[in-house]
């Protein structure tokens, strides 16, 4: 079994700064690709940022300069460093790992999701 545990999620005036964490557990062979997407209402989800196990990323043009993606592979964790938050980037954020478990089966799995509000 498998869990992605994200936290960092809350409220921020514009200008503001959060950082997001997703850490991964369970039954984990290896984590090959992991990222952030958001879901805004009425909005398909969409990627945010993306990293690889060897570190290339990835970003949305409407993040790039204010967001950094990053992992710690010791701990099975990836970071979202969001800076200059917007109105526009109000969403439900959610994690996913492109992992290989135990058993050697390789698929996509998703964090719960954690709100992240930008208003003044």
């Known amino acids: 079994q498998v869990q992605l545990v994200e936290s960092g999620g809350g409220l921020v005036q514009p200008g503001g700064s959060l950082r997001l964490s997703c850490a991964a557990s369970?039954?984990?062979?290896?984590?090959?690709?992991m990222g952030w997407y958001r879901q805004a209402p009425g909005k398909q989800r969409e990627l945010v940022a993306a990293?690889?196990?060897?570190?290339?990323?990835n970003y949305a043009d409407s993040v790039k300069g204010r967001f950094t993606i990053s992992r710690d592979n010791s701990k099975n964790t990836v970071y979202l460093q969001m800076n200059n938050l917007k109105p526009e980037d109000t969403a439900v954020y959610y994690c996913?790992?492109?992992?290989?478990?135990?058993?050697?089966?390789?698929?996509?799995?998703w964090g719960q999701g954690t709100q992240v509000t930008v208003s003044s």
């Open positions: 996913n790992a492109d992992l290989v478990n135990l058993v050697r089966f390789r698929t996509n799995y």
């Open positions: 990293i690889t196990r060897g570190g290339s990323t």
């Open positions: 369970g039954s984990i062979f290896s984590i090959n690709n």
